[in-house]
């Protein structure tokens, strides 16, 4: 139990052009879905906080208007890079709270790679 | 806000022997203490997790330890293997948004 799903695994996009990144909690409801950016062995940098039918809350530093978050669902959250730069090349992973487990574990998806050239 | 130390950056053993890496944590209100696996190009798995009213668990090779009086918990592998070889992150946290360690690169030597 507790999968997450990530679509697209990768992505090459132009400059200047909008990608559009999916993450689904295939077994489990998540109210609250989490993104996060890594950049080569780094580790995991937490971008914002995604909680179902309401506005996203943003870490400091992290562009609200160029990262955009919709959690419509209790099983999928999306991530829009907007107006991507090569700059936002990176590799994305979302994860999920797992209530039904307990309250505070998260389980990650497999990661979307996005380069932009 | 919570700052997570993780050490060693990287570890070599060689198959079979024991591998030992140590987090500590600053904030005293935190309270869920995970431990995830990377291996390369794909995302974080849980492997283990510990809650603050628990000193020790352990689940078959895998074993972490929890001193909340020195703020530091360790994850223990034991009968190390190849497939062990990966990016270990400790986690903590006092409510849900995570706080990673730098990551530790273990590499099982055959």
């Known amino acids: 139990g507790a999968v997450v799903s990530q679509h697209p695994s990768w992505v090459i996009c132009k400059s200047g052009t909008s990608v559009k990144i999916e993450c689904r909690s295939l077994d489990f409801q998540a109210t609250t879905m989490f993104w996060y950016r890594q950049f080569p062995k780094q580790s995991l940098m937490l971008m914002a906080t995604s909680n179902e039918g309401s506005k996203a809350t943003y870490e400091q530093g992290v562009e609200k208007d160029k990262f955009l978050i919709n959690h419509a669902s209790l099983t999928l959250s999306t991530l829009t890079v907007t107006s991507a730069h090569p700059e936002d090349s990176s590799f994305y992973i979302c994860?999920?709270?797992?209530?039904?487990?307990?309250?505070?574990?998260?389980?990650f998806g497999p990661g979307t790679r996005l380069t932009v050239l | 806000g919570e700052n997570v130390e993780q050490h060693p950056s990287t570890l070599s053993v060689q198959e079979g022997d024991s591998a030992v890496i140590k987090c500590t944590y600053s904030d005293s209100a935190s309270n869920y203490f995970p431990w995830y696996k990377q291996e390369l190009g794909k995302g974080p798995q849980l492997i283990i997790d510990?809650?603050?009213?628990?000193g020790e668990k352990k689940d078959q090779r895998i074993a972490v330890t929890l001193n909340k009086t020195a703020k530091h918990f360790s994850l223990h592998i034991t009968e190390t293997q190849p497939e062990d070889s990966a990016v270990y992150f400790c986690?903590?946290?006092?409510?849900?948004?995570?706080?990673f360690g730098k990551g530790t690169s273990l590499l099982v030597t055959p």
């Open positions: 994860s999920a709270l797992a209530g039904r487990w307990g309250t505070d574990t998260q389980y």
């Open positions: 510990i809650r603050s009213n628990v």
């Open positions: 986690a903590a946290t006092s409510g849900y948004a995570l706080n």
